[in-house]
């Protein structure tokens, strides 16, 4: 993720911002798949991921007039996702499976039993939402430290702490999964 | 600091499965996106609210469930987008079979309001002038005034009192139940949706008819075990008909007796607050998206909270926050606890009849990190959080969801 506004999405954004809904469509057209990925990995189930993608696109349109610019507008956009994650999530009771304050070299021994048996989806549902939104955000969506903090309301060394062991996690059910693949 | 990216780990994860949007996914957003935008105007927060959380109800199709929480804020701003000011006639009925009282009534989104007792047993006058934050009541040979009202609950603030009592019950029965279902009908000629949803009160239920034409809700029936348990209805309707400001004082009668109170609070810049009070304010560090702050109030000693059941200790060196959106209002509160902490209960509920107990919440963050509070979603109440931290009584109070009144109350820090 750069920055920098592509002149597309620029053009896009000042006409959103003057109550152009087609233009903001057209801006959320180039991260929707990316905004999917996110929210369905955090809430698991695809209509509250529209729900959530909802509330969050009627935000981000109405708060235009208040996006200053001083980051990307992809940053802003996830960062509104993020948020409205978050408020489901706490909604419905069950922000976090396994709470980030015990989730301690102790909960390594249960991921690794995770990891063993089940497959790279099923130890992504597995982590703590807070890990599983920084690998998500940084590697499967190509966002830097300072980007996803920004996202995540975290500071960038907390961000690359949390990536690591959310990739230590991971890393041991993909190479499990690759080793008991076919061919 | 450096970024690192794992390319392989990314690429996987970028192979599951990525649902696509349900079908109807993009007509529902640009509907959404097409409805125009909230205008920022302070209404009576029970009237509007209600009106808005019916109106929030409606929208949805025949058939399907009840208007999530965000519907309902949507709409809340939907609704009143253009109007300025709401008036008609205020029917009430307690009993089957019983009289009614009639009350006329203007609302206006400057926060004033006037209340018009109707008939040869109804003398009761009231206004409140939200510009001199004054109320008046006349009521045969009294005439009273109120100045130093507080911005918000629990302190004793400006009350549309008549309509409160048939309508905020209806905010707070919708906010603490789900289920409901919406039909179209014909009310008095006119097309109407009527809405059947439990209040969340057990054994309690409620049918809305609202005036599809303006949004407005006109009739309203409990029902309690399946009998009749009370009713409200509004006659000449009318949305946005001139209210002159010199509609929300009144003036006493020649042969009135006069009788002034003074609340104790004043309005203050929030650089002042701790001046007054002796401490440092609680702000809250996030508030729900479009909140702003309205008002910011102070009194050295204020009326005690609670009511007859379970009366607090007398309220001191009280700072009082207000912020809106719309219609939608907030007031995070701090008070001195006093030499005895344990004599505190509720603040804002007081031991009032409750359809559940309190919800007992672990405070996560900011000021309030590590303190236990209680979270209460009831239908007889404001929704609200409250906690004791410290020296300070802490009340949260406000048209919001679970979620956001607890991430308020985690987010306040020392101004």
């Given at each position: 993720?750069t ?5 597309t999405d ?17 801006l ?20 509250r ?85 920084v ?49 | 600091?450096?970024?690192t ?31 125009p ?43 009143f987008?253009?109007?300025g ?27 004033s ?72 009908i ?129 309220s ?100």
């Amino acid at each position: 993720m750069t920055d920098e506004i592509p002149a597309t999405d620029e053009l896009r954004l000042a006409r959103a911002r003057r109550g152009d809904t087609d233009a903001f469509a057209a801006l959320l057209a180039a991260f929707d798949e990316s905004h999917r990925r996110l929210v369905f990995r955090l809430l698991g189930d695809r209509e509250r991921m529209d729900d959530v993608l909802q509330e969050a696109y009627v935000n981000a349109y109405r708060g235009l007039p208040r996006f200053a610019g001083r980051s990307a507008i992809g940053t802003w956009l996830y960062r509104i996702v993020y948020n409205a994650c978050l408020d489901e999530l706490r909604r419905a009771g069950r922000r976090r499976e396994v709470p980030l304050d015990e989730w301690r070299e102790g909960e390594g021994e249960r991921m690794e039993a995770v990891a063993q048996r089940l497959d790279l989806e099923a130890a992504l549902a597995a982590l703590p939402v807070e890990l599983r939104a920084v690998v998500l955000l940084i590697d499967a969506e190509g966002l830097t430290y300072h980007e996803a903090a920004d996202v995540l309301g975290l500071a960038p060394g907390t961000i690359a702490s949390r990536l690591n062991r959310a990739r230590g996690s991971l890393r041991e059910s993909l190479e499990l999964t690759q080793k008991g693949a076919p061919g | 600091m450096t970024t690192t990216h794992d390319h392989e780990l990314g690429a996987a994860l970028r192979g599951l499965e990525v649902p696509q949007h349900g079908p109807e996914f993009e007509a529902e957003l640009r509907r959404r996106l097409a409805q125009p935008p909230r205008r920022r105007r302070p209404w009576l927060v029970a009237v509007a609210a209600v009106l808005a959380v019916v109106v929030a109800s409606v929208v949805v199709p025949r058939g399907s469930g009840v208007a999530s929480a965000a519907q309902v804020r949507e709409a809340i701003g939907n609704a009143f987008a253009s109007a300025g000011t709401v008036s008609g006639i205020f029917v009430n009925r307690e009993q089957p079979g019983g009289g009614a009282s009639r009350w006329r009534f203007v609302l206006s989104s400057s926060g004033s309001f006037r209340i018009t007792g109707l008939g040869r047993n109804n003398p009761t006058d009231v206004a409140y002038d939200a510009q001199g934050n004054v109320q008046y009541g006349s009521d045969l040979g009294l005439f009273t005034r109120y100045v130093g009202l507080a911005p918000g609950p629990p302190d004793s603030a400006s009350s549309a009192w008549v309509v409160q009592r048939g309508l905020s019950s209806v905010i707070a029965a919708l906010a603490a139940s789900s289920g409901g279902r919406v039909e179209q009908i014909d009310y008095h000629g006119r097309p109407a949706w009527l809405l059947r949803t439990p209040s969340g009160n057990p054994g309690e239920r409620l049918r809305i008819t609202v005036d599809r034409e303006t949004g407005i809700p006109v009739h309203y029936i409990r029902l309690r075990n399946g009998r009749f348990a009370g009713e409200w209805r509004i006659d000449e309707l009318r949305v946005d008909a001139q209210a002159p400001a010199e509609r929300f004082r009144l003036r006493p009668g020649k042969d009135q007796s006069r009788t002034s109170y003074d609340l104790g609070f004043q309005r203050v810049p929030l650089a002042e607050v701790s001046a007054t009070v002796g401490y440092r304010p609680l702000v809250p560090g996030w508030l729900p998206s479009g909140f702003e702050q309205d008002e910011v109030a102070v009194a050295n000693d204020s009326r005690p909270t609670g009511d007859e059941q379970h009366q607090n200790p007398l309220s001191r060196e009280v700072a009082s926050l207000h912020y809106r959106r719309g219609l939608d209002e907030l007031t995070i509160t701090t008070r001195l606890t006093g030499a005895d902490p344990s004599a505190w209960g509720d603040p804002v509920t007081g031991s009032s009849v409750r359809a559940g107990e309190p919800e007992r919440v672990s405070l996560g963050g900011g000021a309030l990190r590590g303190k236990m509070g209680e979270l209460v979603l009831d239908p007889n109440s404001v929704p609200h959080v409250w906690a004791i931290a410290g020296p300070l009584v802490v009340t949260i109070a406000g048209d919001l969801d679970r979620a956001e009144l607890l991430r308020v109350a985690e987010s306040l820090h020392a101004r």
